[in-house]
């Protein structure tokens, strides 16, 4: 099974660099990390805040037709959001996707990991679960039930994890402070802002130093761990009660016991973090920048932030030279009653951030709507080239190898070309049958070890070329069938002896 991308370490890497940006110290009166920590602290409020993203046009010349017009439709996306948090766990926001071709309006309700979205143009609530498909190394020998807690708990204890991260981050070189008066929800505040600027090498270096502050600090990490144990204790006894007698349940009523056994792993995954700041890359490279802006009231509340990015998209072949994102916001009712909204869930799409998701998402659409034309024709979202060597010179890559049997059919390896397209693989072991699912075109392909015959949509179909056949554990089909039955083509490069599937 190939490796998982860790898809959501951008992301994540942006909040830990907003937290890195707050220094530990008094600058000129003001504590940042005072108020990044009483930002933590907070557990209601409104808000208000745009997202943009802009890309840089570059050389388009050998750009098709198409390509060109998603990229003049994309070159200016904004998200706008109003936002209710009703605490640690519940929070709203009503917003709209606004872009060339039009604005897409959404509602969403976030209930710990999980987020509850309405959107126009979808004919369906979407649910996703953050933490459902989540290929996370330490929880996996949880209990399920503590599995899907864990996220939840995670947020209960989100001050001790900002004190953990306060406390092991280093002052940015570039920052100054100084008073202003500005408008909060139409409320004229006296503020100070904290202005700050970072490159993308000088981001990578205070991410590599926190995290090795982190990893140095045994005690503070020991510290949340505890904290995190005593959120998720409820969760333990409540399955004891009920009847779950498994022993890893038992095991995890001991708390030192557990401590001691998650810290190791939970050490090495945040040594892998660390391994994965890799400067030469886009969001860490010298070409990169940041600027951020926060305003900081009386309370040592942050009320405003105006953040920008600048990331080269040096290995970009869509056109474009660089991203931009801007963020604006501005909040008000701090710890004040505030009631956020539900979003209807009855019939929902259940899903998970895995590779099928946004098939799913498609095939819940509306195609004569923005959003599908969006995601369909302008980010292109299923667009996919796989290309596999046949001459076992990628033998080194954790995914099987495709081959070239004796009859001279080339022969790949189903689940990894299946998953890579975004179809859900299924696998019965009694009847030795592979199942397909295919959300992009709605088909269900069926096809039998050692057998020429096969199904789609229960309708059987020419015999294959070859017969599916196991070798080295992993299920192999001929290439054409897979391909065309998903609506892939196939070439072949003689040279190099790379056999490509193209999807658009």
């Known amino acids: 099974m190939y490796s998982k991308k860790w898809t959501w370490l951008i992301s994540a890497a942006l909040v830990i660099m907003m937290l890195t940006l707050t220094g530990c110290q008094s600058i000129q009166g003001l504590e940042l990390a005072k108020a990044v920590q009483n930002g933590a602290n907070v557990k209601s409020s409104e808000s208000k805040g745009t997202l943009q993203l802009e890309l840089v046009p570059g050389d388009t010349s050998k750009l098709s037709a198409g390509e060109k017009a998603a990229l003049a439709a994309l070159q200016d996306v904004k998200v706008e959001l109003a936002v209710k948090t009703q605490d640690s766990q519940r929070l709203s926001a009503e917003g709209k996707i606004i872009y060339s071709k039009g604005t897409i309006p959404f509602n969403v309700a976030m209930e710990g990991t999980k987020i ?32 899907e807690q864990f996220g939840n708990k995670l947020l209960e204890i989100k001050s001790g994890l900002i004190e953990l991260i306060l406390a092991n981050t280093t002052d940015p070189a570039n920052l100054a402070i100084t008073s202003v008066t500005d408008k909060v929800n139409n409320e004229s505040l006296s503020l100070q802002k904290a202005h700050v600027e970072l490159s993308g090498t000088e981001l990578a270096s205070l991410l590599q130093k926190l995290l090795a502050n982190v990893l140095a600090d045994e005690a503070g990490l020991k510290k949340v761990l505890s904290q995190l144990y005593d959120a998720l204790a409820p969760v333990i006894q409540e399955q004891i009660a009920a009847g779950d007698k498994s022993i890893t349940l038992s095991l995890l009523t001991n708390k030192d016991l557990t401590l001691g056994f998650v810290y190791s792993p939970i050490h090495d995954y945040l040594a892998g973090l660390a391994d994965s700041i890799d400067p030469t890359k886009d969001m860490f490279s010298a070409k990169a920048s940041l600027q951020a802006d926060l305003f900081i009231d009386s309370d040592k509340q942050i009320r405003k932030q105006n953040i920008a990015i600048n990331m080269p998209l040096t290995k970009s072949n869509n056109g474009a030279t660089a991203i931009k994102i801007s963020y604006v916001s501005e909040s008000w009712n701090l710890n004040k009653p505030v009631t956020a909204s539900k979003v209807d869930t009855s019939g929902a799409l259940q899903l998970k951030p895995d590779a099928t998701a946004i098939f799913r998402v498609l095939a819940t659409l509306d195609k004569q709507s923005t959003l599908y034309k969006m995601l369909k024709n302008d ?32 022969m790949v390896p189903v689940r990894f070309v299946s998953e890579q397209l975004g179809a859900e693989v299924g696998w019965n072991g009694d009847l030795r049958q592979v199942t397909i699912t295919d959300f992009l075109t709605g088909k269900t392909l069926l096809l039998t070890l050692d057998s020429k015959n096969a199904t789609v949509n229960g309708s059987a179909v020419p015999e294959l070329e070859s017969a599916a056949t196991l070798s080295d554990n992993s299920t192999f089909v001929p290439i054409r069938f897979i391909a065309e039955q998903l609506g892939c083509v196939v070439s072949f490069n003689n040279e190099t002896r790379v056999v490509t599937i193209h999807r658009d």
């Open 116 to 147: 509850n979205l309405s959107i126009e143009g979808a004919k369906q609530p979407i649910v996703i679960d953050l933490l459902g498909g989540a290929d996370i190394s330490f929880l996996s020998f949880l209990p399920k039930t503590i599995q």
């Open 379 to 410: 980010l292109q979202v299923t667009k996919k080239d796989i290309n596999m060597v046949t001459d076992g010179s990628g033998a080194k890559d954790d995914a099987p190898q495709p081959f070239i049997n004796a009859t001279g059919t080339t």
